[in-house]
């Protein structure tokens, strides 16, 4: 087969193969050693994550006026915020979190409902990852952790008094 004229010609014709970074090579570029690539087990991680990281993995992006003003990308959402969703068939639609329900990994909003085949109406759940918070609840747990993420404030030990001095 390797000395068949024709083969070697369709061969030479084919584009190279993309190669596909081998593990030894994808470690390498990891910074730590006890965080895994493999695909299986992130998705496992993500899955099967106790409540406390399901808050923080069910965070939304903050409005533009937002951002401008407390400097920070994105919060976990929490019960009274308010959101718009920005993807989906409730594209456009504005409303108060009802509820964040971390086992189901969705949020239920106000006014976002759906009939049943018998009548009642139940919430319509929505993945945070698809809304846009516009207003947030703030009380001094949601303050401290604003003032954490600001990403303006200067990085280091030192303010801008001590720099003075």
């Given at each position: ?34 965080v895994s690539i493999s695909r299986r087990k992130a998705r496992k991680a ?120």
């Amino acid at each position: 087969l390797a000395q068949d004229p024709l083969w070697l010609k369709c061969r030479q014709q084919s584009p190279p193969r993309p190669t596909v970074p081998r593990r030894e090579e994808l470690s390498a570029m990891i910074q730590k050693g006890t965080v895994s690539i493999s695909r299986r087990k992130a998705r496992k991680a993500y899955f099967t994550a106790p409540s406390h990281i399901r808050r923080k993995l069910m965070s939304s992006q903050l409005s533009k006026e937002l951002r401008t003003k407390y400097n920070v990308r994105s919060v976990p959402i929490r019960r009274d915020d308010e959101v718009q969703i920005v993807r989906g068939h409730y594209k456009d639609r504005e409303g108060k979190v009802i509820q964040v329900y971390r086992k189901k990994w969705c949020i239920h909003i106000e006014r976002v409902t759906r009939d049943k085949a018998n009548g009642q109406t139940v919430p319509f759940p929505i993945h945070p990852s698809k809304v846009v918070i516009t207003k947030l609840k703030v009380d001094k747990d949601r303050k401290a952790l604003l003032d954490r993420k600001n990403r303006e404030k200067l990085k280091g030990k030192h303010s801008d008094k001590d720099a003075s001095a």
